[in-house]
Structure formats: structure tokens, C-alpha cells
């Protein structure tokens, strides 16, 4: 008898099946907690998920490492080229020799709502074992990481003594503002580090941390040139709507406390009030959710709380920071280039409104609680929401266009 025949023999008149359904949230519950108590540490299903996903995801991107890369959420792999989802599945095949079933969004079990997933079985162990990968990105993606090559190619045509720039009025603007000749810098393009930014929770409330200690300048920088030995740092965006953040959540909400129907630990109950959400309004649009929108719908339940105004501020403020160069493109062509200073920060992170808080999102029966209001400089949206599988919210971000 193998150790989990045995593991599961000796706990099985815990379960209502004689089993766990993986499918039953109470059954996943308990069945976390016996395994901590048998390993002697805290375990969670949802955090042991995707590392299958991961070493597959790293075996595509070191064959093509010009179309794939690896992301933060460990069963995305990222579209670089905007290839198509029959590319990507010949892909596989090539890599792993076998076939790889296609699922389009919001068709279960694809945890995604905007990107194809795909399913194949791996001998993992001496076992065959069933992976899924989100291929994420496309057009958006593709088009963002163009205009970040673009700039840092127009740039090097500058250094070596050329005058054809792909985006002429941009270029000659940066060129102007940071006084550059030829030999007086050096480019470094790091758009790629996609360095991760978690909340922290502090007397000043929830704040947006930064990687190792970093200024906020470092961590989003996309471009960052050196003048005459001093960094200029330049965070690059593309579209309309652009993302400040986006963090974790598992660790803040947990399955337990959503299931229960009310938040108590610290940390959420911190972030829940300085968005002035109803706590347990937020764990009903969870608990009651259906995947076929059968679900409660709380469109009712819309309305403008009052924040946290200070600490609100502070979040933002910690999500913004200063001391680099904003560039945002768009399809038209046209450009933004301007420093954030402090002044500015002040401004942007400065609540204006109140918050309005969509239970269960604008229809109603979505798993995510948004909240939306306007700072001195933007109009913003913080999400918490559901995507990936499970109960509770596993992310909070916060999109944001200039007012």
C-alpha cells in the first residue's frame, strides 16, 4: 500500500465520500489541515498548485525564447509574438511530443476569462500527470513590448550617429530633455524583469512594496539610460488603460474567511476599510458566485462609500512613487513624456471622490468587487477579483486613465 493509499485509508471516515471532492470547498479545508498536521507546517493546495505548469512553461521557453517568456502566475506563459493558438500547440508538440487539447476563455476548467488555455498529460515522476497553460498576451502584450524596442532602437540609432527614428518627435525630445550626445550614455532595456510589487501592511496602512528595497523609480523602470554615469529611469506604457499594480491576495483572503462570511485578520480587514468595502457583502459576492451568472446578483448593493481618505493616499502614493520618466504610447502615434515629481505624486495619489464600490463588479455576478473614484490626475479602478480557480480573490489591481 503506497502512502497515500495509506494517508487516505486512515482519514477517510473524515469525508463524507470516504474521499476529498476536490470540487467541495470544506472537503479542500480539511484536507489541507490534516496534511499540516502530518508534515508539521501550513499547507495549502492552491500554493502547491502549477509547479507542474512551471517546469513545463520553462522547457517551452528555452526552445523558443524568442516567442515565449515566463510570468509571474506560474501556469501563464507569455505570447511575445502574437502567435496563433494552433502555433502554440504545434509548439507543444514539438517540445513534448504529445497533443495539447485547446480551451477558449470563461469555458471551464480555463481559469482564464480573456486567453486560451491548454491541457496535455506529462510522465511526471513515473506518472502521468495532467498540466494546463494559459497562453497570455497577444496584441496587447505584443504591442507594448514593440514600442519599449522601438524607443531603445531609436535611441541606439542616435548613439551610432544616425537620424532615422521610428518615433522622431519622441526621440528628439528625450534627447533634448536629458542632454544627449552620441557618447554621453548607455542603454538598458528591463521592461523583461517584470519585477513583482506585493502589499505590505504598515501603521500607515496597505502599501504597494518595492523588490530588495528598491526606489519605485527602479522598480518600474522599462528603459533606464545612463547620463553621464546617473540613471534616468523611464517607465513605459501602451494603450488607454494602464495598471499601477498587481499583487497577490492569498495570503489576505482566505477560503476559511471567505467561507465563514466575514474577514478577521488584520491585514484584510485593513484593506477592505480603506476602500470602505462591506466585509461581508465582499465575502457573499465570493461565496455566492456561479459560473453561469446564476448566482446573486448584487447590482443592488452598489453604492459610494466613504473611504480611508489617509491611508488611501498612502496606498496610492506608495503605488505611483517618483523620481522617473512616464512614457505612454498609443496607437494613434501620438506620445506622453513628462517626470513625475513629487508634486505631481501629490497630486495623482490625492483622493478626490468618494469610492464607488461594484459588488460582484458592473453586472452584478462576476467573482470580483471593484472600486472605482478619481485622484487629482487619474481616474482609478482597484479590482479584487477571482482568477484563478478556488473561492477567495487571489489578486487585487489597480487600473487607472488620466482624467
Known amino acids: 500500500m503506497s502512502i497515500f493509499d495509506k494517508f487516505f485509508t486512515k482519514f477517510a471516515y473524515k469525508f463524507n465520500k470516504g474521499y476529498p471532492d476536490m470540487n467541495n470547498a470544506q472537503d479542500v479545508l480539511l484536507l489541507e ?35 515565449y517568456e515566463s510570468m509571474a502566475n506560474k501556469i501563464r506563459i507569455a505570447n511575445l509574438n502574437k502567435i496563433s493558438p494552433q502555433e502554440f500547440s504545434d509548439d ?3 517540445t513534448f511530443n504529445v497533443d495539447a487539447k485547446i480551451l477558449a476563455p470563461k469555458v471551464s476548467p480555463n481559469p482564464s476569462r480573456t486567453f486560451n488555455s491548454f491541457t496535455f498529460t506529462l510522465p511526471i515522476n513515473g506518472i502521468d500527470t495532467e498540466v494546463q497553460i494559459v497562453l497570455a498576451g497577444g496584441a496587447g ?32 525630445d528625450i534627447i533634448k530633455d536629458f542632454n544627449l550626445t552620441p557618447t554621453n550614455f548607455e542603454i538598458k532595456e528591463e521592461g523583461k524583469k517584470n519585477q513583482r510589487r506585493s502589499i505590505i501592511f504598515t501603521s500607515d496602512g496597505p502599501l504597494i512594496s518595492t523588490p530588495k528595497g528598491q526606489s519605485v523609480a527602479e522598480t518600474l523602470t522599462d528603459l533606464t539610460l545612463i547620463v553621464d554615469n546617473k540613471p534616468k529611469y523611464i517607465s513605459l506604457k501602451f494603450g488607454d488603460t494602464l495598471t499601477f499594480f498587481n499583487s497577490g491576495t492569498k495570503y489576505i483572503f482566505t477560503d476559511k474567511e471567505i467561507l465563514e462570511g466575514k474577514i478577521t485578520n488584520p491585514n484584510g480587514v485593513a484593506l477592505l476599510e480603506m476602500l470602505g468595502i462591506d466585509n461581508e457583502l465582499f465575502c ?34 506608495s503605488g505611483i512613487g517618483s523620481g522617473y520618466y512616464m512614457l505612454k504610447g498609443s496607437l494613434k502615434g501620438n506620445y506622453d513624456f513628462f517626470f513625475i515629481d513629487n508634486e505631481y505624486l501629490n497630486s495623482a495619489a490625492n483622493p478626490t471622490s468618494k469610492v464607488s464600490v461594484e459588488y460582484g463588479g458592473k453586472g452584478g455576478t462576476a467573482k470580483r468587487v471593484n472600486a472605482r473614484f478619481t485622484t487629482g490626475k487619474y481616474k482609478v ?12 480573490p487571489s489578486h487585487i489591481m489597480a487600473n487607472y486613465k488620466p482624467i
Not at 46 to 53: I, L, R, T
Not at 159 to 172: C, Q, S, W
Not at 284 to 307: C, H, I, L, M, Q
Not at 381 to 392: F, L, M, T, Y
Open 92 to 94: 507543444i508538440k514539438s
Open 141 to 172: 502584450a505584443n504591442l507594448g513590448i514593440k514600442f519599449e524596442s522601438q524607443v531603445a532602437n531609436d535611441l541606439q540609432t542616435f548613439k551610432n550617429g544616425g537620424d532615422e527614428f521610428i518615433y522622431k518627435d519622441l526621440t528628439e
Open 33 to 67: 489541515s490534516l496534511i499540516s498536521e502530518v508534515i508539521g507546517e501550513k499547507f495549502s493546495l492552491e500554493e502547491a498548485k502549477g509547479d507542474n505548469e512551471a517546469a513545463a512553461i520553462q522547457q517551452l521557453v528555452k526552445s523558443f525564447p524568442d516567442k
Open 381 to 392: 479602478e482597484i479590482n479584487i477579483r477571482n482568477k484563478q480557480g478556488g473561492i477567495a
Open 284 to 317: 457573499r459576492v465570493f461565496n455566492e458566485y456561479e459560473e453561469d451568472k446564476s448566482g446573486t446578483n448584487f447590482k443592488e448593493f452598489e453604492k459610494e462609500e466613504t473611504p480611508d481618505q489617509q491611508k488611501l493616499y498612502n496606498f496610492m502614493e
